[in-house]
């Protein structure tokens, strides 16, 4: 077995669990690991049986009821430092984190945003809970949001959780909600916006509808809440997930985002208004979050309420 300071799990493998796939029984008896961290842990000669041998193949089957150890390395420590941060959190528990973020945050250390960000924040707040992704101690965060876009974003704190998030990111199940201030008056009132979504060929920080086949497909449902004057507040529910998505896709239809510093620009009395507030940020708030549970398979929705500055935005431009 391998040497260092590794952590000893012994596993229990009940009578239910003879004839499985060992990476499947142990997957099973293992809520916090992945299947696929499993697999790379028994390749490892890193479980072995009550006598010692080395199990080598994640294919065998299981005998059980038996004991197996597992030798866990210590979760390499994450080259981002942690930091204090303030954090809204609106759901959390030993598997996931949810946090509200405000506007302004960074969600991953970049260049020109070393620190500060979601990702030193939660590694601060979830410090001795994360048992690793890829076996670095990190928060596994699976969706972005913009610096200057507020709302609801969710984090795993191990391997098992970070897969089934991304599992259902990836087969678009994840019920995502935006509540955002468009421009004008969006008609039809309600629609689709079916657009592919690539780089811009004329400016490579910006996203922009391309061809079918240039880029990756991107589908935007949007509904009118509220007529506002100058602008209308609408639902944009996510049915694909691309970098700028919304903000995109309600300039592409004529109605770029309220403040948007990128694909839009307000014109009088409303750029006034928004000077006059010193709005400088897209009005864009990721409002609504739901998922199936990946370890406990319960549903999880959560909902945020639109933060003050929009809000105040929304009072002054109504009718």
């Not at 008896?29 to 842990?41: F, I, Q, V, Y």
């Not at 598997?95 to 945050?105: Q, R």
């Not at 996510?238 to 694909?263: K, N, S």
């Amino acid at each position: 077995m391998m040497p260092g300071d590794d952590q000893i799990l012994h596993v229990t493998l009940t009578e239910g669990a003879a004839g499985l796939r060992l990476d499947r029984a142990l997957a099973e008896a293992l809520p916090n690991l992945s299947r696929e961290r499993l697999k790379t842990l028994i390749k490892g000669g890193r479980v072995a049986d009550a006598s010692g041998a080395i199990l080598w193949d994640p294919a065998t089957k299981a005998a059980a009821p038996a004991v197996l150890e597992i030798r866990l390395p210590v979760a390499a420590p994450a080259h981002n430092i942690a930091q204090d941060l303030d954090l809204v959190i609106a759901y959390e528990d030993v598997h996931l984190i949810v946090v509200d973020k405000p506007a302004g945050m960074v969600v991953h250390p970049a260049a020109g945003n070393a620190d500060g960000t979601l990702v030193n924040a939660l590694l601060h707040h979830c410090a001795g809970q994360l048992s690793g992704i890829g076996g670095v101690a990190r928060p596994g965060i699976v969706h972005r949001i913009d610096k200057d876009t507020s709302g609801l974003i969710v984090a795993a704190k191990h391997d098992k959780a970070h897969e089934g998030l991304a599992k259902q990111f990836a087969a678009h199940s994840i019920d995502r909600r935006y509540l955002a201030l468009a421009t004008g008056r969006p008609m039809p009132a309600n629609g689709t916006v079916d657009a592919a979504l690539g780089r811009s060929p004329t400016n490579r920080k910006k996203m922009a509808v391309v061809a079918a086949g240039r880029g990756k497909r991107a589908v935007t449902h949007y509904r009118t809440v509220e007529a506002l004057n100058g602008a209308t507040l609408v639902e944009c529910r996510l049915e694909t997930g691309r970098t700028h998505q919304v903000r995109v896709h309600m300039a592409h239809i004529g109605h770029p985002l309220v403040g948007d510093p990128v694909y839009g620009r307000a014109r009088k009395p409303l750029s006034d208004i928004l000077r006059a507030r010193n709005f400088t940020r897209q009005a864009l708030h990721a409002a609504h979050l739901g998922f199936i549970h990946p370890v406990t398979g319960n549903k999880v929705a959560l909902d945020s309420e639109i933060p003050a500055d929009m809000r105040e935005l929304i009072n002054e431009l109504r009718v």
